[in-house]
C-alpha cells in the first residue's frame, strides 16, 4: 500500500494493501477502495464510495456518495480476466453512478477522458471509450463497447445501444433511446432516437466558423434530406465542399466500419 502522506482518509473507511493513493486526495467516511486501485493527486472521495478492481482515477477528480466504480462487468461471458478500468483528470462523477472495467473479448479496457461531468445514476458499460468534455446527465446509460467522442451531451434517461459511436459534439435528446452510430454535431431524439438536425447550438458556443457551420448544415441537407442515394451524395459533398474540416469529419465518421447503421432522420 502507498499512501502519500499528504493525503487525508476517514478512520472509517477501508483501503485495501496494494491501493496507491496520491498527494491532496480526500477520502472522506465508509468507502472502500480496493487492492488495485491508483488514486490520483486531490481526487476526492466525498463518502460511501466502492473503487474496486484494476482502476486509475485521473488527477482532481471527484466522486460523490453511492458511486460504484471498477466493479466486474455485466456481461455474462465475463470470467474474472484482470481488465482494466481508466477514468481521467478533473471528472466529477455523482451519486449512485456505475463504471465498470472492460473485458477481454472487448480490447480489456474501459477508458473515459478527462473533465466529463457523470450525474446520478449514470452507467457506462464495459469496453466504453468515452472523450474529454461528456456530459450523461442523470440515469443515461453505455452499453458495453460504445464510443463516445469529446464534447457529447447525453440527456437524462437516455440509453446509447451496445457498439453504437456517438460523434464528436452530437446531443442526444432526454429519454431517446439510441440504437445506430450518430454523426458528429448530431442531434437525435426519440423513442427510437431518429436524427433531428445538427448541434448548432453546440457550434455556436464552441466559437466555430460560421461559414463551417454553414457548409455543415448544406451537406447535411445533401446527405439526409436529399432525393440522391447516400453514395451519389457523398461524392457530391466530398466534391463541393473540400476544405471544411467539420464536412471533413462527418464524411470520415458515415465511411467507418462500424457494426452498427446509421441514425437517420424520421421519414414521418
Not at 482532481?60 to 460504484?68: G, K, L, N, R, Y
Not at 447516400?230 to 465511411?255: C, M, Q, S, W, Y
Request: glycine letters at 14%; hydrophobic letters at 45%.
Amino acid at each position: 500500500m502507498t499512501i502519500d502522506p499528504s493525503a487525508k482518509i476517514h478512520a472509517s473507511s477501508v483501503i485495501e494493501e496494494g491501493a496507491t493513493i496520491g498527494p491532496n486526495a480526500e477520502i472522506g467516511p465508509f468507502c472502500h477502495i480496493g487492492a488495485e486501485v491508483t488514486l490520483g493527486a486531490s481526487v476526492v472521495l466525498k463518502s460511501h464510495v466502492v473503487v474496486a478492481g484494476w482502476t486509475d482515477v485521473g488527477d482532481e477528480t471527484t466522486i460523490f456518495p453511492f458511486a460504484s466504480i471498477g466493479h466486474i462487468p455485466q456481461d455474462l461471458k465475463f470470467g474474472g480476466e484482470r481488465t482494466k478500468l481508466e477514468i481521467g483528470k478533473r471528472n466529477r462523477i455523482r451519486e449512485h453512478a456505475t463504471m465498470n472495467p472492460g473485458t477481454v473479448g472487448g480490447g480489456g479496457l474501459t477508458k473515459v477522458g478527462d473533465d466529463g461531468l457523470y450525474m446520478m445514476g449514470v452507467h457506462v458499460g464495459h469496453d466504453c471509450i468515452v472523450g474529454n468534455n461528456v456530459i450523461l446527465a442523470n440515469n443515461a446509460s453505455l452499453g458495453g463497447h460504445c464510443i463516445i467522442e469529446d464534447n457529447v451531451v447525453i440527456g437524462a434517461l437516455a440509453g446509447v445501444h451496445q457498439f453504437c459511436r456517438v460523434g464528436r459534439g452530437a446531443m442526444i435528446g432526454g429519454l431517446a433511446a439510441v440504437v445506430a452510430d450518430v454523426i458528429p454535431m448530431g442531434m437525435v431524439m426519440g423513442e427510437r432516437a431518429s436524427l433531428d438536425g445538427l448541434n448548432l447550438v453546440g457550434l455556436k458556443r464552441a466559437g466555430v466558423d460560421k461559414g463551417q457551420i454553414n457548409g455543415l448544415r448544406a451537406a447535411f441537407k445533401a446527405i439526409f434530406m436529399g432525393d440522391a442515394n447516400v453514395k451519389d451524395a457523398l461524392d457530391g459533398v466530398r466534391a463541393e465542399h473540400t476544405g471544411n474540416p467539420l464536412v471533413d469529419e462527418l464524411l470520415a465518421f458515415i465511411e467507418a466500419e462500424s457494426s452498427r447503421s446509421l441514425t437517420i432522420p424520421s421519414k414521418d
